[in-house]
């Protein structure tokens, strides 16, 4: 925790003295987002409470903690996806490349472009393949066909889903199984070329060999993507994460690095649950 | 077999039970069959007293008081002068208010008073509607009783259906559709435009089917308007005067006590109706269709 709080303090001082040289600059690509005392309620329901946390570029971020203990809510504040809710307030900052999101003048659709999110139920549009991909591109003004054909075909490769569909590109998207759709809305978030994946527990209607699926993808998108991935799921976290933060009750109990949270958590709540005694 | 009825007392209770059931379907068949017998009898009467009288003369000519020689041109033409009014009126503010109202309206007291007062609103007799037509747009408006008064007056009188229905047709998109939108960076408008609407359309054209058909009927208005049924020339655009089939049909039945053959005219005019409603669904039906089997 302790860790966190000088990196927080330190980004602080950076984004103070941003731009004086050339050395702050390197140090502060490392964090993405950066989480300080933020607060968070729904009408009277105070959600998150006094969340720090610094997440890191390129590296998975796993977000564990029982039900309702706000780690949904925690990434969708961090493309601003919860302000869909009536009632949401929220206090502190998060900062995007040194800028505060939640500040009024960053634009959600900068962010949200930047920004992507894979949610919990794959939610393909009922268009073809080809048409979903294309989408993101196209409502940030892309027209020409050659350009979008050679999107579509990028972006189902990365999401290792073209091999399956590209023979029926202009099919109905609700013809893909659960697995392949969920591939189809990583493909899809890909194609925007976002910075950050967030990851609403993208596994979590799926059969396990699906699951499996999206867990390599999720390995090999690291190496361009920085991702923060909510799942209950702690084999999981373990599997594929680099850095695991615990939430219970609104509350980040313990954060750092995952080989240390599953091998030797600092405080006994975490201990309790990744051991399965509650949650 | 449950435990604490014997025999005697199961099979007793089973039978009530289906028997129950069978009158229930018998009643809810005949309820059925009600609207189906009425509807038999209307059409059948109908028919036979106006079906002769339906031929080239009667459909394109101008109207006469001679029976023989009447033409209802001029009141067919009326009423698709104010359909080209009341379709785009309706549709532009009805699904816009609905799309306000839904999407972009924060959820309060301002909200509130506009939803409760569309619900008001709906319910509100159409001679009402008649009134407020013939103040606002034939005196304050100066517009006298022609084709734009009539048509802006039955647009208003169908405004709260169809924005109800639009207002149902958003809320049964499913939100993670928009979500997988907002989340790519897309506006609000965008959403709409490339999710929501296209999803909600086929809902939307059904609810504006049913207020078309409303406009398209509505009588009591246009008597309060002044609309005549006695109109000799044809109109030719929204500042004519003009007659429409409902006032056709309804002068023809009160004077049938005076020339007989009236009454044969307003069953006539009353089939040309239906058929012509019957066209403008099917074109809604058909505009419904191709877009619920684009993908």
Known sequence: MSVVMMENKMTVQLNQEKEQSAGTAIEEKDVVFNTKELNLWYSETHALKNINLSINEKEVTAIIGPSGCGKSTYIKTLNRMVELVPGVRTTGEITYKGKNILDRSFRVEDLRTQ?????????????????????????????????????????????????????????????LSGGQQQRLCIARCLAVQPDVILMDEPTSALDPKSTLKIEELIQQLKKDYSIIIVTHNMQQAARISDK???????????????????????????????????? | MLSKLDQQQYTKRMNNRIRKNSVLQSVFFLSALFGLFVLAILIIRVVTQGFGWIDMDFLTGRLSTDPERAGIMGAILGTLWVMIVVIPVTMIVGVGTAIYLELYAKKGKFQASIQTNISNLAGVPSIVYGLLGLTVFVRLMDLGNVVLAGGLTLSLLVLPILIVAAQEAIRAVPSHLAEASYGMGATKWQTIQRVILPAALPSILTGSILSLS????ETAPLTVLGIPALLIPFPNGFFDTF????????????????????????????????????????????????FQHRY
């Open chain 1, 115 to 175: 920004v992507g999110m894979v949610f919990q139920k794959p939610n393909p549009f009922p268009k073809s393949i080809y048409e979903n991909i294309v989408y993101g591109p196209k409502i940030h003004g892309i027209r020409n066909k050659k350009i979008l054909d050679e999107i579509v075909e990028q972006s189902l490769k990365g999401a290792y889903i073209w091999d399956e569909v590209k023979d029926r590109l202009h099919e109905n998207a609700y013809g």
């Open chain 1, 244 to 279: 695991t933060a615990f939430f219970l009750n609104g509350e980040v109990i313990e954060f750092g690095d995952t080989n240390t949270i599953f091998t030797n958590p600092s405080d006994s709540r975490t201990e309790d649950y990744i051991s399965g005694r509650f949650g």
């Open chain 2, 214 to 217: 409303r406009a398209i009927g």
């Open chain 2, 243 to 290: 007659t429409a089939l409902p006032m056709q049909i309804y002068y023809w039945t009160l004077d049938s006590s005076l020339v007989a053959e009236y009454a044969n005219l307003a069953a006539a005019t009353i089939i040309v109706l239906l058929v012509l409603l019957f066209v403008l669904n099917s074109v809604a039906i058909f505009i419904r269709n191709k």
